[in-house]
């Protein structure tokens, strides 16, 4: 079955509203890292976070280990946030899982 | 910050003819993966490679795939002969030994014809 599932597949917001964005995992887990997609295929690293709450300007990110989640929070969204969200987990042998992606659309 | 190279950005070949899809991971890193997404779907792992060897590879990596790094070259995946199935984008990632952040190229989008 899929080790990395994520919610929800798709959100539409009008900018300036929040997202959440979360990821459930059904193993354990060595690391885990946020990924932004752009329209268009390339891939940005947004977050490695392991465990507990990291920031970076308009974003942050939760892990709960033993919760066996991750969230990513969006404040004041933009329409250039509009893209795929992906989470990914690294079990042993640096074998890395990804999630289907959230799609977000933001709406000016 | 530190860049893969993914060499073409598309390729288009015809079905059955090799295709060798290169890329230039990140100095110093040790790592390398191979993934294929196919239009609108999820991203799947084919294969990582350390050392010279295929450290583990999915049920996608089928027969027709290699992977290689020559000394100093690109880290390469090579399709042997190619299908139609085989369209999709290929994304390659390099992990450093620290293995905080994994890094990808832009893609190569492969069109089998």
């Known amino acids: 079955g899929q080790q990395v599932q994520q919610s929800p597949a798709s959100l539409v917001l009008q900018e300036g509203e929040n997202a959440e964005l979360q990821c459930n995992f059904s193993?354990?887990?060595?690391?885990m890292q946020w990924f932004y997609q752009r329209p268009g295929g390339s891939l940005v690293s947004l977050f490695y976070?392991?465990?507990g709450t990291k920031h970076s300007g308009r974003l942050t990110s939760t892990t709960v280990i033993k919760e066996r989640r991750s969230s990513l929070h969006i404040s004041s969204s933009q329409t250039t946030d509009s893209g795929t969200y992906l989470c990914?987990?690294?079990?042993?042998?640096?074998?890395?899982?990804f999630g289907d992606g959230t799609q977000l659309v933001v709406k000016p | 910050g530190p860049k893969v190279l993914q060499i073409p950005s598309h390729q288009i070949i015809d079905m059955g003819q090799m295709v060798t899809l290169n890329c230039d991971p990140v100095?110093?890193?040790?790592?390398f993966y191979w993934y294929k997404q196919i239009l609108g779907q999820q991203m799947e792992f084919l294969v990582n490679?350390?050392?010279?060897?295929?450290?583990?590879k999915s049920k996608l990596f089928k027969d027709q795939f290699s992977v290689e790094r020559p000394d100093g070259s690109y880290f390469t995946l090579k399709i042997q002969p190619t299908a139609l199935e085989d369209s999709a984008v290929y994304f390659c990632?390099?992990?450093?030994?620290?293995?905080?952040?994994?890094?990808f190229g832009a893609g190569t989008r492969l069109s089998v014809l």
């Open positions: 490679f350390y050392n010279g060897k295929v450290m583990e």
């Open positions: 193993t354990s887990l060595n690391s």
């Open positions: 976070n392991p465990s």
């Open positions: 100095s110093n890193h040790l790592y």
């Open positions: 990914a987990l690294e079990r042993g042998n640096n074998r890395i899982f």
């Open positions: 990632a390099s992990l450093g030994v620290s293995q905080n952040t994994l890094y």
